[in-house]
């Protein structure tokens, strides 16, 4: 079994060398097959100039390493940590991912989230759980016991958390744990400022949180930042016609998304911590590997 593994744009090890990246660093097996060239070739042309790149190809059975450039480097693993969330979704989850949990056998709706990333993303236009929460009459209960996670991942860099992907991790994660922001500008129509041009910043979904627009209005770039551990936002409207920026927001275990999801459902959702039935239903969302694709897409 070989594994192979390749990073870039990524911070050097203090005193590091370069690795052996010589033809001689790989096995016989591979120094003969055509696979040399998909391997070594690709370093030396113009893609690759301008990057930080590192490649390390193992092989499990025989515990060596086969091939090394600057595998010595510190890299940040960035993408290739998808491959393994890959292979486990690809193994455990159903042909459908399971939306939610529930218990309606009482006089409330007990839900139990499964984490599912697809629910209200802007990029999956059919959302079976709201659709199944819209029509029961019963009221809604969350039970989130089951988490014991935190919103970010151990190593995660802190002062990232203003960047898109960035959102953090929650039971129960809506629109993609993001808020997107827009601005648009047209000319304006009142006859008295004629050739100015009006600005409209919005969002989706709209949200009740802290917004305060910075004194310097029109910056070259539109942008919005967030104060670290609030959901207050803070805008500097740009030069451009239509821009639009992703921002994800504090999570507050659940308390966001149900924040959030009260308008889009039409009633409140309050959340318990009890024990989970044996037995539960379940209402499927997405096919699995539309989002897997997704995810290995981007």
């Given at each position: ?62 515990g060596?390493?086969l ?39 009482g006089?409330?709706?007990f ?35 089951a ?32 808020i ?23 969002s ?24 670290k551990?609030?959901n ?67």
């Amino acid at each position: 079994m070989v594994v192979l593994a390749a990073c870039a744009n990524t911070k050097p090890a203090q005193n590091s060398t370069v690795a052996n990246n010589s033809v001689s660093a790989l096995s016989p097996a591979i120094t003969s097959s055509a696979n040399l060239a998909l391997v070594e070739n690709p370093l030396h042309g113009d893609l690759f100039a301008s990057a930080h790149t590192g490649i390390s190809i193992y092989d499990l059975s025989d515990g060596r390493s086969l091939f090394e450039y600057q595998a010595d480097k510190y890299f940040l693993p960035a993408s290739n940590t998808k491959l393994f969330t890959l292979y486990a979704a690809l193994k455990y989850l159903p042909d459908s991912l399971p939306g939610i949990r529930y218990d309606n056998s009482g006089d409330s709706l007990f839900i139990y989230p499964t984490g599912d990333p697809s629910f209200l993303h802007p990029e999956f236009r059919k959302n079976p759980v709201v659709d199944f929460l819209k029509k029961g009459r019963k009221p809604i209960v969350m039970v989130t016991s089951a988490w014991n996670d935190q919103a970010l991942g151990k190593g995660w860099s802190w002062d990232d958390y203003n960047d898109d992907y960035m959102a953090e991790r929650s039971a129960f994660p809506v629109y993609g744990n993001v808020i997107r922001w827009y601005q648009v500008s047209q000319k304006n129509t009142q006859p008295e400022v004629p050739d100015s041009m009006q600005t409209f910043v919005f969002s989706e979904p709209e949200v009740n949180w802290k917004v305060r627009f910075n004194d310097d209005r029109f910056n070259q770039i539109f942008a919005v930042k967030r104060k670290k551990d609030e959901n207050v936002f803070q805008i500097s409207q740009g030069k451009e016609l239509k821009s639009e920026v992703d921002i994800p927001f504090v999570t507050n275990g659940v308390a966001s998304a149900l924040e959030l999801l009260k308008d889009t459902v039409g009633k409140q959702i309050t959340e318990r911590m009890e024990s989970r039935p044996a037995v539960l239903s379940v209402i499927f969302s997405q096919p699995r590997d539309t989002l897997l694709q997704k995810m290995m897409y981007r």
